[in-house]
């Protein structure tokens, strides 16, 4: 199984980074075929990547959730997903370019931490046997991926191309996260006091997630005065998803704390 999951990874891969390729060929050319390719290689990686989802909770019984690399995994998975949700009801095409090319990365963080061996099975720590990693991990990698959609609308918007798509979507997918990103924190305070006998030690994670929380609410607040959207608002969404992405690789590799074993 190994073996295959390797030759899937590289296809997810290479999906993705063809889809975002032309995507962005679809934005300067202004060629709607060129889109409809990119649909296809992002819906084809998106499977790719379900199925690898599939063949990693077949090997360890467990769901792709319990550490840094399998959240990563998750996280990229999520986010692909809910851009070809939208873009199926909404005219966000634009954003795919943005929006693979950062699910692609992702991947590739992942190949590089793992060498490419997302067959290999380690015992799970005391501290994750819990009935509350799955909902606290969950709520967090789909906020995680609403943040990075957004984002990823926020940017295009920036440019000729992008201006055909409505801010209100940024808007929508930023609650959505800021909504889910509030439960998992709750979550993890509530498993916190069951696991340590504390619900809030201020972890660097927990720290760092907080702060990123703020920054969300501040734009929820902001946002309400129509004088304060465009550019602005913009700015601070993608200020949001680059404290997400601290969130999770600066904190979970560089800073020890509580979550080390993430």
Excluded at 58 to 81: H, I, K, Q, Y
Excluded at 90 to 105: K, R, T
Aim: net charge positive.
């Amino acid at each position: 199984m190994g073996n295959i999951m390797t030759v899937i990874i590289y296809g997810v891969l290479f999906s993705y980074l063809l889809a975002g390729i032309l995507y962005l060929g679809g934005n300067l050319k202004s060629k709607a075929s060129f889109f409809k390719y990119a649909l296809v290689l992002a819906v084809v990686g998106c499977v790719l990547h379900f199925a690898l989802l599939v063949m990693r909770t077949l090997l360890t019984g467990m769901l792709p959730l319990t550490n840094g690399s399998e959240f990563l995994l998750t996280f990229a998975w999520v986010t692909v997903l809910i851009y070809l949700i939208l873009s199926y009801r909404y005219e966000i095409q634009a954003a795919g370019g943005v929006v693979m090319l950062l699910s692609a990365l992702m991947v590739f963080v992942l190949i590089a931490l793992t060498g490419g061996s997302l067959h290999a099975v380690a015992p799970l720590m005391p501290a994750l046997k819990s009935p509350w990693l799955t909902v606290h991990v969950i709520t967090a990698a789909v906020a995680y991926s609403a943040f990075t959609v957004a984002a990823g609308l926020a940017v295009i918007q920036f440019f000729p191309v992008g201006h055909g798509i409505k801010e209100h979507h940024m808007n929508l997918l930023v609650k959505c996260g800021f909504a889910l990103l509030s439960l998992s924190i709750v979550l993890g305070a509530i498993w916190a006091e069951q696991a340590w006998g504390r619900y809030w030690s201020w972890d660097p994670k927990e720290t760092w997630a907080l702060i990123t929380w703020l920054i969300y609410a501040v734009y929820l607040h902001l946002y309400r005065n129509r004088e304060w959207r465009g550019n602005n608002a913009r700015w601070m969404v993608i200020i949001g998803f680059l404290l997400v992405m601290f969130t999770f690789f600066g904190v979970n590799y560089l800073l020890p704390g509580l979550h080390s074993y993430a």
